[in-house]
């Protein structure tokens, strides 16, 4: 399974880390990316990280405000969000890819943290 933590209620222009570590999974062999999902709103993946050769992606929502990091000696994967906006509010979560690209689909997710941002 992958938990997700670290979300909670912050200030308009606040940062926080979000955590997702593997339990029973081992997260260095697979790409692993997180997705927000907002009420209403269709899923949105805004970052991922390969395990192979290090690439990131992320969306031009929140390019240059999130940043996506790995440590797989403690099979975590971690997202630093920075100059958190309203348009932030959701519950994020994090999904291990089908393999070591990006571009792959999903196969497993956390339950999800919510990130509350207040104006």
């Known amino acids: 399974q992958l938990q997700a933590s670290g979300g909670g209620l912050v200030q308009a222009g606040g940062s926080l880390t979000l955590s997702c570590v593997g339990s029973?999974?081992?997260?260095?062999?697979?790409?692993i990316g997180w997705s927000r999902q907002a009420p209403g709103r269709e899923p949105e993946e805004v970052a991922c990280?390969?395990?192979?050769?290090?690439?990131?992606i992320y969306p031009h929502s929140v390019k240059g405000r999130f940043t996506i990091s790995r440590d797989d000696a403690k099979n975590t994967v971690y997202l630093q969000m920075n100059n958190l906006t309203h348009e932030d509010t959701a519950t994020y979560y994090c999904?291990?890819?089908?393999?070591?690209?990006?571009?792959?689909?999903?196969?497993?997710w956390g339950q999800g943290t919510l990130v509350t941002v207040s104006s």
């Open positions: 999904a291990r890819k089908l393999g070591s690209n990006c571009h792959l689909g999903d196969d497993r």
């Open positions: 029973g999974l081992t997260l260095a062999y697979y790409a």
């Open positions: 990280i390969s395990n192979k050769d290090g690439s990131l």
